[in-house]
């Protein structure tokens, strides 16, 4: 079966400019998370929906990140008036089960660059 | 504050050998730990995990050890192949929330 997909791999956007990364997860994962990953570092937590919401955003950097889930399926991570320091890969993991250890399974990742 | 970090920054072995790569966790909160590999360009992969109410658990050529009393974290890999190139990740979890610390090469010499 498919995994985790994220699109697009790559964009490049300009300082001020509007993103949307998308995130495909794997069908029937009810768990949603996600990820910020700057060079040599590990994923940072972003967010994290359970259905259509957010049970967690508590790793939003600030209010120029927002992240929908409206059916409970595709995700969406928005981002508004990017900054340099937006520059990342963001990674997208999807998982089985209601919190706990349910096993977070990751796409490849959208990186992000901010000119 | 939370965090999660690895002792050296890379790692190298030769084939066939066995690799141990070392974690130093914070949070005592966390319920579990996990290990991830990182191949260039692929986000990371699970490898194994273990609750924080055991100190030992294994897999397919990997081992994990969890010490609480000194919160410190081993990934044991048997028998090292080319394909275990790769950065590795300790995360500890909480309620869903992974925290992942600073990874380290894994450099496999032939």
């Known amino acids: 079966g498919a995994g985790v997909s994220q699109t697009p791999s790559n964009k490049v956007t300009e300082k001020g400019k509007y993103v949307e990364l998308r995130c495909d997860p794997i069908?029937?994962?009810?768990?949603l998370y996600w990820y910020r990953q700057s060079l040599g570092q590990g994923p940072e937590f972003l967010i994290y929906?359970?259905?259509?919401?957010?049970?967690?955003d508590s790793g939003l950097p600030n209010d120029r990140f927002f992240a929908v889930r409206p059916e409970g399926s595709v995700s969406t991570l928005k981002i508004q008036r990017t900054e340099r320091g937006d520059s990342a890969v963001y990674l997208c993991a999807s998982s089985l089960g209601r919190g706990g250890r349910g096993e977070q399974f990751f796409g490849p990742g959208t990186r992000l660059t901010v000119l | 504050g939370e965090s999660v970090g690895l002792h050296l920054p890379t790692l190298s072995v030769q084939e066939g050998d066995n690799s141990i790569i070392n974690c130093a966790y914070s949070n005592s909160a966390s319920d579990y730990f996990i290990w991830y590999k990182q191949e260039s360009g692929k986000g990371p992969q699970f490898i194994i995990d273990i609750r924080s109410n055991m100190d030992k658990r294994q897999g397919q050529r990997v081992t994990v050890l969890l010490n609480k009393t000194v919160k410190h974290l081993s990934l044991q890999i048997a028998a090292t192949q080319p394909g275990d190139s790769a950065v590795y990740f300790c995360a500890g979890g909480a309620n869903s929330k992974l925290t992942f610390g600073k990874g380290i090469t894994l450099s496999v010499r032939p």
């Open positions: 929906f359970q259905g259509t919401g957010a049970a967690d």
């Open positions: 069908s029937g994962h009810t768990a």
